[in-house]
């Protein structure tokens, strides 16, 4: 059946996440999301291909450009626009908002809004793996700017001293907030640079879907095997501000030419087009389905009582 | 001859005095993340890269413990550097810098070196900023010696207490709120300078003492007219200067009021206003006075506008609070809506 | 059936505290620099690497801020572990992760995860250990809540403090002192816990209630002795746990004396002296009652050994401080030096 | 005349650290030095070839193991020592001790206790030369425990991307405290690591203290005319225990045999033997001198007034 094919699998996954973003920019302006937002559109290839490569126990790590990785490892779109738009039902109970999305039970743990806060953290759920010889795979998604930070290398280096059962993913867009890589990198020698501590590297320089499954596959199944962890570079575009729901062209910081030649080179056209138009439709039908039915979730969720202000400080 | 003065936004006022510390010093300079951007911090550093060049006004890669390390070295070469964080819950990533070495380095290198650098660090608010990006951390500096830490509440502070801040000597944790940004004030266009451990008597009152940080200033304003509407009569104060405290402007209000309510933009255990009461009643310790203190709810901060409206002190919980220590013996009260809502739009045009 | 008691020091009540909470529970593991190697963290972790394996215990890279993500991240995956520091200095490289993630993880994920991880600190004195390697800073982590924070005094206090917090199911920050691993107490054989939340009453009296935090416990009841021989009856309290901080004892006891002395092995300033003054002044409003506070001096720890002894709270600045607190209209009053000198010497046994 | 040679000024330069250093353990005993001491004997080359390769205002940053950077760039040795007995005289006023050494006149920033610190200091004082435009060069010294710390990554990247006048020397003895780089370091692939930042590196893998000075003596020419910031790995063996004035064999973390390969190598003797008998008596005799009247400096310095407790804490 093509709908279970993996193109399907990634069509659905990466239409799931732009539909969903769409409908965020669309909502903003009603001020019923008092969150910033960080959106994904154009970048859908890094989440979906590499989930896509992941068993349903296995654990993801995203950042607070984080919905496309917590609805490409299937936690619940519902609790997802629940959080955003600050119910009790949100999957964060309203405390944490669009930066802070997390789902244990679907192996996505908690976002954080200061970057680089989560690769150690993630590093962190591997040990525990590792200690307690389960099978599960940790994948760590990280914004180019974090390598920036030094926790990056203390950590990549700690994981291959204990051999973690971890792969980092570093969505790769080329700019932290306005400023590009050539403002912020000594030299574009990334995966170099993470070669010599150990890891074993992957590179998807068009940011094709496809290959970034295939990349993502290899790498995790190495890793389940007792290999070396992995890092996946994933180069992306994103095609949105840094965080807002608008575009941004007209600021100066990027050249619009190059946005044009990621959009023609969209992951979502790129997996489509492998489809038929029936199961396109088949499969944006259920999508927009999806999206309406969480939408209308969290708009009837009910606020949090104010008491809750006070729960949860202490376990 | 001092120029005539204009009203300017808290952004613009910290814009020109940044203009005019650099004009008049070539050592200063300027950087940090997103300085350099179009949305220039608030507005703060718009325009500065063009006007003073990349070799003083440039952003950073995302290493805010290195780059807090490398202006200190600056400093200490003699240089005299402003580093910006859009957030200053970013500043947990150079504390060790911070606390370890630039609090410390004059001292424990017998007096060789100086370290006169300015860390400017804005506190979030509001709009879902949520647990990491709207903490007051101010009295975590406060409390290791070797730092000073300013927070201006209004443009004319603003631009007086940089200068000034520029100006000295000593590491300076410069605080500063997202919320006041577009406050204005009287400021005038010539440099001048607030000075470190002078507060303000913001507005005089004879029956309670309320101390106001940073922009909790302006809603004490407000629980202020509140007040007013229940006859009871508030001093606020504006310490601006939080280390060092000039606590001898609090100690003679409250010798006069009896009553001290500290209102922080800020957790109050361990903080500035546990500081500030601690300090009150040491040195009035023959009187009885009643103290009290209000700041942060003793919780993380939630990102649901349910709960981050309970987060915050605001005019109304201030009233308040005021009401039950000024008044012990009467019923409960409550400002009604209308006043409340009144208080709220209530603006305040500096300087204080 | 509670087995008996001996003797221990310390060091080894903590050692044991491990040895027992790591038999009990394979989910806790212990690492950080050094604890493996034969000095075993002042003996503290002597013996645990061959005990439990490499994979329970292991020495770490210098690299404290990712250990410390890491020690969050296995504890939100069911581990417990134990993070060991040998000068609490160094938990200023790793604020980040305590303030901005643990902290904040349990609440900020809607209750959804949990953090439960014990990050053990030792404070340095003396012998030149300078300006950083010295601090006890334990005030800046009782500002932020979801940290719990504990400071056990004595060797009996230890052991029942760590098992304590490790099967805690929140980060606590665990505070040691260099000079406390070598006294001694009784300590039970079996597994026991102090309780967060619990300050002790260490000795009654009637004239001045004195807390003492940390090994300033056993600096005060030096003091104590001093006091007596004027005439003067101290109530010691060692809150043991700081946050969460039993104010309901230290209050009843400063209702009964009407003075409050609060001696720390910190700064003052924001300080947990701060909290607990201002804490019982307002617990306290309608009473006249006299507070004080004790602590580092408000500079930067020095290393020349004359220097360094200005620097600390002993047992003759605290006797002459409750001194002209109690009786203020006396004229000064110094301790002879043989007394002084004897008071240094005692040595106090716990569990106090 | 050979007393000026090269090898001369390096005998000597090594010779009067080993030699401070013996009499500070030799006089720690007597508990006159109240501070926590870390002896470089056995590592001089690493200060001595380098600080050769230096002008007198160049600057250099050091370590808590920081007598030898301290004396080999020519800071007082009488300061020194009475710094270490927390004399009024001492280089930071008493206030410092052995972890804290400082001479700004001569081009010797103050050392730091907290490992890694320093690094991002010492690139900030060669961004205030390059600011201002001066041909002075920074040395920035550091242990390989040191480069675990993520500071030293995020320092590297902004040296280069900034172009900073600094050279950084790695005093690699294989050791933080008691722990061998297999157990920190995921690979032992540091240079490779650090060329992927674009420093220009060299090694002196058998601390040979004229390849030391040759070595540094062309990265400093080349940073001085301009070029890339430069990295120098130095092999050195730590003799002494890590902190205080014995030896450590009998503890077990290292083999003692390789510090009798090491003994073999005295990089004093390697330069000594390339002197005549003269040349090192009168090089000999003026090290001890200089010693006697430290210590005696020491000795008779006045303590500090305990007011000095509060002064300094603001500028
Ligand atoms: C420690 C820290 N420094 C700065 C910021 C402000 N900030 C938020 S997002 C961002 C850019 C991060 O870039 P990257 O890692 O490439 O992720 P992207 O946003 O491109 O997905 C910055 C600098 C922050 N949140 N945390
Ligand atoms: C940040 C920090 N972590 C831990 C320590 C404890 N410590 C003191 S020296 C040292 C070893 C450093 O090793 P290295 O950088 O190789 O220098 P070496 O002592 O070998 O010269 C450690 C871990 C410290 N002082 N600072
Ligand atoms: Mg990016
Ligand atoms: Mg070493």
Chains 1, 4 share one sequence.
Not at chain 1, 28 to 49: F, R
Request: charged share 20%; hydrophobic share 40%.
């Amino acid at each position: 059946m093509e709908e279970t094919s993996l193109a399907a699998r990634l069509y659905r996954s990466q239409k799931l996440i732009r539909r969903a973003e769409e409908e965020i920019a669309r909502i903003y302006p009603t001020d019923k999301i008092k969150s910033p937002v960080h959106l994904s559109i154009g970048q859908e290839a890094a989440a979906a291909g590499v989930c896509e490569a992941l068993q349903p126990e296995d654990i993801v790590s995203i950042t607070y450009r984080g919905h496309a990785g917590y609805i490409a490892k299937g936690a619940p779109l519902k609790k997802m626009f629940a959080e955003l738009f600050g119910k009790s039902l949100g999957c964060a109970a309203g405390k944490g908002g669009s930066m802070h999305l997390v789902s244990m039970q679907d192996g996505v743990l908690g976002a954080s809004a200061v970057v680089g806060t989560t690769i150690p953290v993630a590093a962190g759920v591997a040990l525990a793996l590792k200690q307690r010889q389960e099978k599960r795979v940790v994948v760590c998604f990280l914004g180019d700017g974090a390598t920036e930070e030094g926790v990056f290398c203390e950590t990549i280096n700690f994981a291959v001293l204990k051999r973690l059962p971890i792969l980092f993913v570093c969505e790769n867009n080329g700019f932290a907030i306005h400023s590009p890589l050539s403002k912020r990198w000594s030299t574009l020698d990334l995966l170099s640079r993470v070669k010599t501590f150990g890891l074993s590297c992957h590179d998807v320089p068009d940011g094709n879907p496809f290959v970034v499954y295939q990349e993502a596959a290899k790498a995790v199944m190495d890793i389940r095997r007792g290999g070396v962890p992995g890092f996946l570079n994933v180069a992306v575009y994103r095609w949105k501000q840094h965080v807002g729901p608008g575009e941004d062209f007209h600021v100066g910081y990027r050249d619009q030419a190059e946005y044009k030649r990621w959009v023609k080179r969209d992951p979502i056209e790129l997996v489509g087009k492998t489809l038929s138009e029936k199961t396109r439709n088949v499969i944006d039908n259920e999508v927009e389905e999806k999206i309406a039915a969480a939408i209308k979730f969290a708009e009837d969720a009910p606020w949090p009582n104010q008491l809750e202000t006070f729960s949860q400080v202490y376990a | 001859m001092p120029k005539a003065s204009r009203i300017l936004s808290y952004f613009e006022a910290l814009n020109e005095a940044t203009v005019q510390v650099m004009e008049n010093d070539p050592s200063v300079f300027l950087f940090g993340l997103d300085v350099d951007d179009h949305l220039g911090i608030n507005g703060t550093t718009l325009g500065l890269s063009q006007r003073f060049g990349e070799g003083r006004v440039f952003g950073t890669p995302l290493s805010e413990d290195a780059m807090t390390g490398i202006a200190i070295g600056s400093a200490m070469a003699g240089q005299r550097p402003i580093h910006v964080h859009i957030r200053m819950d970013f500043l947990m990533l150079c504390m060790n810098q911070l606390i370890n070495v630039a609090a410390k380095a004059h001292y424990m290198y017998g007096g060789t070196v100086k370290v006169p650098m300015v860390v400017r660090s804005i506190i979030g608010k509001s709009w879902g900023q949520g647990a990491q990006h709207s903490q007051g951390l101010h009295s975590l500096f406060m409390h290791v010696p070797g730092l000073k830490v300013l927070a201006p509440s209004n443009a004319y502070d603003a631009k007086g207490c940089l200068i000034e801040a520029v100006e000295d000597d000593n590491p300076v944790i410069f605080v500063e709120h997202r919320l006041l940004y577009g406050t204005k004030a009287e400021v005038p266009e010539e440099v001048y300078r607030v000075p470190f451990g002078k507060a303000k008597v913001v507005c005089e009152g004879n029956d309670v003492t309320i101390v106001g940080i940073s922009n909790m200033v302006v809603e004490c304003l407000r629980a202020n007219k509140i007040l007013e509407g229940v006859g009871i009569s508030s001093e606020i104060i504006d310490p601006v200067s939080l280390m060092p405290l000039d606590l001898k402007t609090i100690a003679a209000s409250v010798k006069k009021t009896g009553h001290l309510i500290v209102v922080d933009n800020g957790w109050t255990a361990c903080g500035a206003s546990a500081e500030i009461v601690a300090s009150v009643s040491e040195l009035l310790g023959d009187r009885l006075i009643k103290t009290t203190r209000l700041g942060y709810q003793p919780t993380t901060c939630p990102t649901s506008p349910v709960l981050e409206k309970v987060f915050y002190p605001n005019p109304v919980t201030i009233a308040e609070k005021t009401f039950s220590m000024v008044k012990p013996g009467s019923p409960e009260w409550h400002p009604s809506p209308e006043l409340a809502e009144l208080a709220y739009q209530t603006e305040f045009k500096g300087p204080f």
